[in-house]
């Protein structure tokens, strides 16, 4: 059966349902569709960890973080490396407008529909290189009082009252598979109704199909995201410059985030550029208590800590904990690798441990002030301490000696020398006892502590990894961890498609992680953290609002 709606907006995470509140704000109907179950509405947002990328906030002001606009944007374009070729014309025209939206209109329209922010503004992907290169200059990463989930409130309230008023048309269990197209035109959407399922949210769910289904619309927006979970066709668009992705890898996103809208976009004419820009981490442990397939939790690491490659050597400067994913990520893949090695101590592990995730995340995501007091205290906080007795990955030794051959045990092989890492520890010992060293990673920290969130909760005050006070060692074993697409379904400034001439493609339009968060790669090549979220609130708003005024 056929049905003619308005816009129909495919998928049901945050870019999406940004979109739809948007187009309804503006008295448009909007047929929302979703693969999975109810339980999943907010898709990957909700698992997040809720950071936002803001610049001059009133909580950086707070915190004598010096800030602004056009520093950001310098940041941005060091770190995205946009080609000049024109195939980053419109990744970098979103990029300019998303750190407009990230200094001025972000915050406020938020604020106004409740969202609030954790005080302590946190300084993630530093960089390390030169002024002009990557990195963040200054603390930007925001955290939400409520991490993804209290993102995705507003939104999620706004579906649903609408739902109850019989103003949108929310279906669960429909999958699309492809694009109706007349005359050159995108005109509708087809797909199966999938058989109910109950699963929690995240869980597969079953794809046994029910019977077809077709809609009719004046424009179809696809917000399906990216292709994390499909681990053969991220190994297969990984850059051969980069090396090779390993066979065993973790999974980010649940298993829904396939890439699926995005191929149904390109059957219909769609352009989709810059596939092979990735964003995913080297810094992946097992999860403990899976949610879906592969899944992996990532270790957010304060820069104290050794990194060592398979071998255990350190790697190269200035890919420390916190300052160059993507760097790291390519280090490692290039090796052929498909792990390397945090190794720290039990002071460290306190002090500098934090996992990504709303669910690791109990006290933000709880709005718990009193669990919230506890990270102050000495020791790991609840989710860490679970790992580190729960995983076998978290590997605990007295000695260098004993770590090393705990770690061998592990991975099955030979490769790191006992007397090579103890030699490793010692010279970086010795750099901390002098109390000044020429060790990058050393001074990189010291420097870290001079920012007052760092000083506080974030970076343990330098000592000795060999010093018993502050013992065990711990050795963490790292996996590659996929996470985000960077490019995407080619995107003009209000969010329409292209075809692969530069033309629009009438009736299509494109928001979140399936258009590479605007014009099919606004990051680039390298992210800054805190703007995939901002991203989806970016071109959901931005193109919700365009496809309104279209009708």
């Known amino acids: 059966?056929?049905?003619?709606?308005?816009?129909v907006v495919v998928g049901a995470g945050l870019a999406g349902l940004v979109a739809t509140a948007e187009l309804l704000a503006a008295g448009r109907r909007v047929t929302l569709?979703?693969?999975?179950?109810?339980?999943?509405?907010?898709?990957?947002?909700?698992?997040?960890?809720?950071?936002?990328?803001?610049?001059?906030?009133?909580?950086?002001?707070?915190?004598?973080?010096?800030?602004?606009?056009?520093?950001?944007?310098?940041?941005?374009?060091?770190?995205a490396a946009f080609s000049d070729d024109g195939s980053d014309r419109w990744g970098r025209a979103w990029a300019e407008g998303f750190v407009d939206f990230a200094a001025g209109e972000l915050r406020p329209w938020l604020h106004g529909q409740g969202v609030r922010w954790f005080p302590f503004v946190q300084w993630a992907e530093r960089g390390g290189y030169l002024a002009d290169g990557h990195g963040n200059s200054v603390p930007r990463f925001h955290v939400t009082w409520g991490t993804g989930p209290g993102i995705l409130e507003p939104f999620v309230r706004a579906l649903l009252d609408a739902r109850r008023d019989g103003l949108a048309d929310v279906r669960f269990r429909h999958r699309v598979t492809s694009l109706v197209t007349t005359d050159g035109r995108v005109t509708g959407v087809r797909g199966d109704v999938l058989a109910p399922s109950d699963v929690e949210r995240a869980v597969p769910s079953s794809r046994e199909v029910v019977e077809p289904f077709e809609i009719s619309a004046?424009?179809?927006?696809?917000?399906?995201?990216?292709?994390?979970?499909?681990?053969?066709?991220?190994?297969?668009?990984?850059?051969?410059?980069?090396?090779?992705?390993?066979?065993?890898?973790?999974?980010?996103?649940?298993?829904?985030?396939?890439?699926?809208?995005i191929v149904a976009a390109r059957s219909a004419g769609a352009a989709v550029v810059h596939e092979d820009r990735m964003w995913h981490y080297p810094e992946g442990i097992t999860n403990h208590s899976p949610v879906w397939s592969q899944h992996g939790i990532r270790i957010l690491a304060g820069p104290s800590s050794l990194w060592l490659d398979a071998d255990g050597h350190r790697l190269p400067v200035p890919l420390f904990p916190g300052f160059d994913s993507l760097g790291a990520l390519q280090h490692i893949t290039t090796r052929g690798d498909d792990h390397s090695w945090f190794v720290l101590d039990k002071t460290i592990l306190g002090s500098e441990f934090a996992l990504s995730g709303s669910e690791q995340n109990p006290d933000l995501t709880g709005r718990s002030v009193p669990q919230l007091l506890q990270r102050v205290?000495?020791?790991?906080?609840?989710?860490?301490?679970?790992?580190?007795?729960?995983?076998?990955?978290?590997?605990?030794?007295?000695?260098?000696?004993?770590?090393?051959?705990?770690m061998n045990a592990l991975t099955g092989t030979d490769r790191i020398d006992a007397a090579e890492l103890e030699r490793t520890i010692v010279a970086r010992d010795r750099q901390v006892a002098s109390g000044l060293g020429k060790d990058l990673q050393v001074t990189a920290t010291a420097m870290s502590r001079r920012f007052v969130v760092d000083r506080l909760i974030r970076v343990a005050k330098p000592h000795r990894l060999l010093d018993p006070a502050h013992g065990p060692l711990l050795a963490v074993r790292l996996s590659v961890l996929t996470r985000k697409t960077l490019g995407g379904l080619h995107t003009d400034l209000e969010g329409r498609v292209l075809r692969p001439d530069g033309e629009v493609l009438p009736g299509l339009w494109a928001v979140g992680e399936a258009s590479g968060f605007g014009g099919g790669g606004v990051h680039g090549h390298r992210a800054l953290e805190g703007t995939f979220l901002g991203g989806c609130l970016f071109t959901g708003r931005t193109t919700g609002r365009a496809v309104a005024a279209s009708l």
């Open 33 to 79: 569709l979703d693969a999975e179950p109810a339980a999943s509405l907010g898709g990957q947002a909700f698992w997040s960890f809720g950071g936002l990328f803001l610049v001059d906030s009133p909580e950086q002001r707070r915190l004598g973080i010096r800030d602004s606009a056009e520093l950001a944007l310098a940041d941005w374009f060091g770190s």
């Open 377 to 406: 205290l000495p020791g790991a906080v609840g989710p860490v301490e679970a790992f580190a007795e729960l995983s076998d990955e978290f590997i605990w030794a007295d000695t260098p000696a004993d770590l090393a051959a705990r």
């Open 218 to 261: 004046s424009a179809v927006v696809v917000a399906t995201g990216g292709i994390g979970a499909n681990h053969d066709l991220v190994r297969a668009t990984w850059p051969a410059s980069a090396g090779r992705l390993p066979q065993r890898m973790l999974s980010g996103v649940p298993d829904h985030v396939d890439g699926s809208g």
């Open 1 to 7: 059966m056929t049905h003619t709606h308005d816009v």
